[in-house]
């Protein structure tokens, strides 16, 4: 068994972040101690383990300026921790397998070759490439093989065997595990306010030790960025039902820079949209209790509409993990929900 001492201090600030995988957090600690990064990588595991926000670690690493490599210091930290850094891009899946295109390929091996904006290094993650095709895998091979001195790569995928071998060759493969029972109660006691070590023991046995399903099992992301989005989407329902523009836009604008937040705010909204549609469409019985908005809008507003904004609503969460600025985010959520016609 790994020990879960970090090998360094840049691992030691790592582990603070990501649960267990001793040996991943090591090997990218050291890459950070050391400054020196390959310009391929591929993170393997099931859903649910965290490729998403090791992604971001190892941009932190590329991108990190701080005194202690990994310390959170720096600027480069921080945006990537708050989501906004202009070096840092996501290419995202399309169409009904959700696939990343060849179009989307040739668009970021464009971007590839342009500078830096603020740090040393771009860093571009093409996340769930397992429904990648192979001519999309081969256009991005081109690119793989002769990075620019600046770019380094992510990709993201449940198994490396979906990629092709001259992919899975020239990048460096991290597979994330489960982890261990002692580890996923440290980090589910410190993520979900109220949370006893009793149930969070039970619940990362049950789920295998995915803190992902442990996460879903328990409720969604644990209690402050849930009780915030819940009021948001309360209030942002309650201008829709009011006919109230410059209240909604103020709603939509309370998400601020917080992406996160702003993810949240549209699952909700999904959510709530969607049961105004079984309202609309007669099916009102197979709801469990539905708030007085949900019922307003399910009356008021076409069963078309509702699934026009539900469709217009995760397109503009998909923009999230492309770096749209969070100002134009909250304005276009406004624009949409403010809409009674979505075609």
Do not use: W
């Not at 090591?26 to 383990?49: K, Q, T, V, Y």
């Not at 295109?101 to 490439?129: G, H, Q, W, Y």
């Not at 070590?197 to 049950?206: F, G, I, L, N, Y």
């Not at 609503?313 to 923009?319: A, P, R, Y």
Request: net charge neutral; glycine share 8%.
């Amino acid at each position: 068994m790994l020990s879960d001492v970090p090998s360094s201090c840049a691992a030691a600030y790592i582990a603070k972040e990501f649960c267990g995988n001793a040996d991943a957090v090591a090997a990218l600690g050291s890459m950070a101690e050391n400054r020196r990064m390959p310009h391929a990588f591929i993170i393997e595991g099931a859903d649910g383990l965290g490729k998403s926000t090791f992604s971001r670690l190892i941009a932190r690493a590329a991108m990190c300026t701080c005194e202690e490599p990994m310390a959170g210091a720096c600027p480069h930290c921080r945006k990537i921790r708050e989501n906004i850094h202009p070096d840092l891009l996501f290419v995202t899946g399309s169409g009904k397998i959700n696939a990343i295109s060849i179009d989307a390929v040739r668009d970021m091996r464009k971007e590839a070759m342009i500078a830096p904006n603020e740090a040393d290094k771009r860093v571009f993650v093409l996340e769930d490439c397992d429904n990648m095709l192979p001519a999309a895998q081969n256009a991005f091979l081109k690119i793989f093989e002769e990075a620019p001195p600046h770019a380094v790569f992510v990709m993201t995928c449940r198994s490396a065997m979906n990629l092709l071998t001259t992919i899975r060759s020239r990048g460096r493969i991290v597979t994330l595990h489960p982890v261990e029972p002692d580890e996923g109660v440290r980090f589910l006691t410190g993520r979900v306010q109220g949370l006893d070590s009793q149930r969070a023991r039970e619940v990362c046995v049950s789920s295998g030790g995915n803190l992902g399903e442990a996460l879903r099992i328990l409720g969604g992301d644990g209690g402050e960025m849930r009780d915030r989005a819940d009021a948001l989407t309360r209030g942002i329902l309650a201008a829709m039902c009011g006919d109230n523009a410059l209240k909604l836009a103020a709603e939509c604008a309370a998400i601020g820079k917080d992406r996160a937040l702003g993810g949240a705010v549209c699952r909700m909204l999904s959510q709530q949209l969607r049961s105004a549609l079984m309202v609309a469409v007669g099916a009102q019985e197979t709801l469990d209790a539905p708030s007085q908005e949900v019922l307003r809008l399910g009356a008021t507003v076409s069963p078309d509409d509702l699934i026009g904004c539900m469709d217009q609503i995760n397109q503009l969460s998909n923009m999230l993990k492309i770096n749209i600025s969070m100002p134009l985010f909250n304005t276009r959520l406004a624009i949409i929900l403010q809409r009674r016609q979505y075609d």
